[in-house]
């Protein structure tokens, strides 16, 4: 495997808990990073990497990357009349219009400093196609429904196991299968149950909408007598290998809950604010419980940007309101979540730059305005505060070059663009935009 040497690094934040170091040299071999400091050597690709802070690279929990087709349309509409105007025109898709739109999402994921996203969808080969194409990490997870139908559960199960043979069998590199039961309220007990089974038979991880809306609670209750999370306790589907998208009204039982099970909760304060969800996730409550908590910007259509920068400024800017507190997430609390937290979630050893993690390292452009004064015990709040996918300069993912100076290596944007244009003409042409 192509050996990397980032040279001459002015400053590294192995850790996100820890201080930023002094520059230095990374050596990545084989995938992993292999020395950080003092590496030298003779390589086969070295980047110059002066005036830029090496980090772990960002990680995107919870995305529905096709949906770059959707960005803009169907705006100013609260989350159920978004979601039926969407599913609409999802009932449309075809395979190749989900890799021409996640063809798009990898890049702009990519050059915003993103090396993995936890992405649910339908089409799943060709998402996986997409993002292997563009050379970042992607779980696919095959997005789920029965509308408490049980003459569609069977169905929803096999089209789940003929995703994981599909995907497993395709030689992907980078893509890896998992499950994607969309909701309480549109999935049933009895399909809940049989993901549970699949999640347990192939050793899947098992990503999910929970507890977004005060409906979604109220259906919840109305179904079953309990709350989201009390449900698929009792089911068994709050486990390491599950994560939950939003988390927004959580009880304290529920924190409790999904802490006594090591899941994780993705917070998307993006689209959470745009879809008027009128809630703010209990980040500090989790966090203090154990619960393990990410960063995902939700997919193009209902947060826009692909940006996990984005979604961590907001995260502790929404905290701080929230709980009138200006200590209320620490910076160093926001970075793990958009770096090491996803990793962890994901049973992956990185978000560290250290020998033997994975070799996914992001290098931020310090030269840039928005980063100055570029002062070691500043960088981290920087980061939170200032950074954004403009200050991304250099991307390694699993080893491989994806970014430098800020263009991607790795697919044709041209090429890409003209796809992506003819698949938003041909699902759209019956619309008035």
């Known amino acids: 495997m192509t050996r990397i040497l980032l040279r001459n690094c002015s400053y590294i934040l192995a850790r996100p808990d820890e201080p930023v170091r002094p520059g230095g040299s990374i050596l990545i071999e084989d995938g992993l990073i292999a020395e950080v400091g003092e590496a030298s050597g003779k390589d086969d690709i070295v980047v110059d990497c002066e005036g830029g802070l090496a980090m772990p690279a960002l990680v995107n929990m919870h995305t529905h990357a096709a949906m ?54 339908f089409h799943t080969a060709e998402a996986a196609r997409a993002l292997e194409d563009v050379g970042i990490r992607g779980y696919l997870a095959i997005g789920l429904f029965d509308f408490m139908r049980e003459d569609e559960t069977e169905r929803q199960l096999k089209i789940a196991e003929e995703h994981v043979r599909t995907i497993r069998n395709a030689g992907f590199e980078l893509a890896k299968p998992a499950l994607g039961p969309h909701a309480i309220y549109t999935c049933s007990r009895s399909l809940l149950e049989g993901v549970k089974e699949l999640s347990e038979r192939y050793n899947l991880l098992v990503h999910m909408h929970l507890a977004e809306t005060t409906e979604s609670q109220r259906k919840s209750l109305e179904l079953y007598g309990m709350r989201e999370a009390e449900i698929l306790n009792e089911i068994g589907l709050l486990s390491t290998r599950s994560s939950f998208a939003h988390g927004v009204y959580l009880s304290e039982r529920e924190i409790g809950l ?23 996730s209990p980040l500090r409550s989790l966090i203090d419980a154990g619960v393990n908590v990410t960063l995902g910007t939700d997919g193009p259509g209902s947060g826009n940007r692909l940006d996990v920068f984005e979604a961590a400024k907001l995260a502790a800017l929404a905290q701080r309101h929230l709980l009138r507190n200006a200590a209320a997430l620490r910076v160093s609390e926001v970075l793990r979540m958009a770096t090491t937290n996803g990793y962890r979630a994901l049973g992956l050893k990185g978000g560290v730059l250290e020998p033997g993690y994975v070799a996914d390292v992001l290098v931020v452009d310090l030269k840039a305005p928005n980063m100055w004064p570029p002062r070691p015990e500043r960088l981290p709040s920087n980061l939170v505060y200032s950074a954004s996918p403009s200050n991304v300069k250099t991307l390694v993912v699993n080893g491989r070059l994806v970014v430098d100076e800020g263009r991607i290596l790795t697919v044709d944007v041209e090429k890409v663009y003209e796809g992506f244009e003819r698949a938003v003409m041909d699902l759209f042409s019956e619309h008035v935009e």
């Open 68 to 121: 770059t087709l959707f960005r803009g349309y169907s705006e100013d509409k609260p989350l159920m009349e978004w979601l039926f105007d969407i599913w609409s025109v999802e009932a449309k898709l075809k395979p190749w219009h989900v890799r021409a739109g996640t063809l798009v999402a990898g890049i702009e994921m990519a050059l915003s400093g993103i090396s993995t996203a936890m992405d649910m969808y």
């Open 258 to 280: 999904l802490a006594g099970a090591g899941s994780t909760i993705v917070h998307n304060p993006v689209s959470n604010m745009k879809l008027a969800t009128g809630g703010i």
